[in-house]
């Protein structure tokens, strides 16, 4: 797998889910995935599993209201 460049700070994430966006991530070495994760376990985030077909996944972020 080729390396996934990070594309968004923490501080860009955390004002964007905080601004009613959602976040998809569909790969697994997504640097911001480390982010999130935290933030979920943080309780201050959510995530939802989407299968979009047999070989297409994506996790969609979204702030707790």
């Known amino acids: ?37 935290e933030l979920e376990r943080e309780g201050l985030v959510e995530s939802l599993f989407v299968e979009i077909d047999e070989q297409s996944s994506v996790l969609k972020f979204r702030w707790k209201k």
């Open 1 to 37: 797998m080729s390396e996934c460049p990070r594309k968004l700070t923490k501080d860009q994430i955390v004002a964007g889910l905080k601004a009613g966006r959602t976040l998809n991530v569909d790969r697994r070495d997504a640097p911001e995935l480390v982010d999130l994760r």
